[in-house]
């Protein structure tokens, strides 16, 4: 029996543990309310001080968000660029963090939920740009107010500001002009995964030497940075007791940000209640190749290997069994959904298992929702899909994902699972071993500082706490484990 069909609705918990309030329009967002069914039990509960935490947070964002006299009293400032009137006509003074989310969709959800914890660790209001499709994909989160930032804000084409610019971080700390901070609308923090050694001291900052004078951030990020703020000892202590395990922290923040609108709840439960429902066993396998979209052969048996040495797909038999009739064989059931771009690994090991019975006498049935074949990052439809699979592959037992892919770590983040990794091939060449469990379910920092922030020197990053260690699939990364 799986999860959603022997809980009982009284017995599951709809708001997570305190994680979300009660309160939203349930029709408006089928999802915020219901995904609980469609998991198993919650695999970690919230601490009471992060209940808390989100709860002062969301009070911040309905006083200060958009259409308040607060925000447009901060809108204006930055119009005019100076600070004359900021003070109590505010109502007490707002600070803003305004992302800038790009790429892939995996990127831009762990970019959201970096920045919102960074938010909340420094009492900024966290807003969203606009430009790429997130309000199609995701109902608003915090209650009586909208997350998104207004289209008339001051400042254009916030997706085309560098590390180059004036107000940019890595400006203030090679001239040394922190004081000159006060001068500026906003300050510009560039955590792209090219950033420089200076972009990247904003990981030591802490807020209270200089930053706490500009209400306006702008931060450009394209993943997952919440490692690198557990190793700054500004935030130590809050983090310690919003997160007394450190091994969630994408999951929580996830399953309290991310609920996907209408029109994409009804692709995954439509999916889920058509193939994966009825099955005794699912398993994720996310299929994600950097080496172009055409298909390839090693990539095949690097997914068969692992599935085979990690016993996570049973073997085949080359004899026909005898079987008894179909009403009494009482095989178990194992579902595997597969995501890709391309459907030629899918129609591979659908095949194997359609052309062949199992030792087991397990039955396997592989299904793929969708395959795009190229990538089209920002296009609704695209990323309603991308979307949609990455919630199907967190609704799995088990997940196989893709080494250095994003999509990867959101679907086994969403789940609270910890994957299996596959290594990402080098030299078109099937990785030995080819996949290996990871510690946890944390999704990697891709481009992680190299410097102790107590020390004040350069360092390996991955040795200075015990919960901050080396991603399994990037050397170099960081993972909260
Ligand atoms: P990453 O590039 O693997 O780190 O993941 P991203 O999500 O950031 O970017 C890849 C994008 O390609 C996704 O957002 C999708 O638009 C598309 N894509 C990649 N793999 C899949 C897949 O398995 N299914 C679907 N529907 N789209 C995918």
């Not at 095949?351 to 396997?364: D, P, R």
Request: proline share 6%; net charge positive; hydrophobic share 35%.
């Amino acid at each position: 029996k799986t999860p959603s069909s022997t809980r009982q609705e009284s017995n599951v918990d709809k708001l997570l543990g305190g994680l979300l309030v009660p309160g939203f329009d349930e029709r408006s967002c089928h999802s915020r309310y219901s995904s609980a069914f469609y998991s198993k039990n919650v695999t970690r509960l919230p601490s009471a001080y992060l209940i808390k935490r989100l709860r002062k947070q969301e009070a911040l964002q309905r006083r200060c968000g958009p259409g308040t006299e607060a925000y447009r009293a901060a809108a204006a400032l930055l119009r005019y660029r100076h600070r004359v009137g900021l003070n109590d006509t505010t109502g007490g003074t707002c600070k803003y963090i305004v992302l800038v989310p790009y790429r892939g969709l995996g990127n831009r959800m762990l970019a959201v939920a970096s920045a919102f914890l960074y938010a909340m660790l420094t009492d900024r209001v966290l807003l969203l740009d606009r430009a790429t499709s997130l309000s199609d994909l995701f109902c608003e989160p915090f209650p009586g107010t909208t997350w998104l930032l207004p289209r008339r804000f001051p400042i254009k084409n916030l997706q085309n500001l560098t590390g180059e610019v004036k107000e940019s971080y890595r400006n203030l700390v090679q001239n040394n002009s922190a004081a000159s901070v006060s001068g500026l609308g906003y300050v510009f923090v560039d955590l792209d995964h090219t950033c420089t050694y200076h972009d990247k001291l904003f990981y030591c900052d802490d807020e209270r030497q200089f930053l706490h004078r500009a209400p306006w951030l702008v931060m450009r990020t394209d993943g997952y940075f919440v490692p690198a703020l557990f190793l700054n000892p500004a935030h130590q202590e809050e983090l310690d007791r919003m997160f007394p395990r450190k091994d969630a922290v994408f999951y929580l923040l996830a399953h309290y940000l991310f609920h996907p609108t209408n029109k994409v709840w009804g692709l995954v439960t439509r999916f889920y209640n058509s193939y994966m429902r009825n099955s005794d066993e699912k398993l994720g396998i996310q299929v994600r190749v950097f080496d172009g979209d055409t298909p390839f052969k090693h990539i095949l048996d690097q997914i068969l290997a692992c599935t085979s040495q990690e016993r996570l797909l049973p073997e085949v038999v080359t004899q026909e069994p005898m079987l008894p009739p179909p009403s009494t064989t009482g095989a178990r059931s194992k579902a595997v959904l597969m995501t890709g771009l391309s459907s030629w690994y899918y129609e591979n090991i659908r095949w194997k298992y359609l052309q062949s019975a199992t030792a087991t006498g397990e039955v396997v049935s592989v299904y793929q929702p969708s395959h795009e074949e190229h990538e089209f990052s920002g296009k609704t439809t695209h990323d309603m899909k991308a979307l949609a699979e990455m919630c199907l592959l967190g609704m799995t037992d088990a997940i196989v994902t893709s080494g250095w892919s994003t999509f990867g770590y959101v679907g086994h983040g969403l789940g609270g699972l910890t994957p299996w990794v596959m290594f990402k091939p080098e030299n078109l060449t099937t990785p030995d071993p080819p996949c290996r469990r990871a510690r946890s379910m944390e999704p990697c920092m891709h481009a992680p500082p190299f410097y102790d922030c107590r020390a004040g020197h350069g360092a390996d990053t991955g040795k200075l706490v015990p919960h901050v260690r080396h991603c399994e699939d990037m050397s170099w990364g960081l993972e909260l484990v």
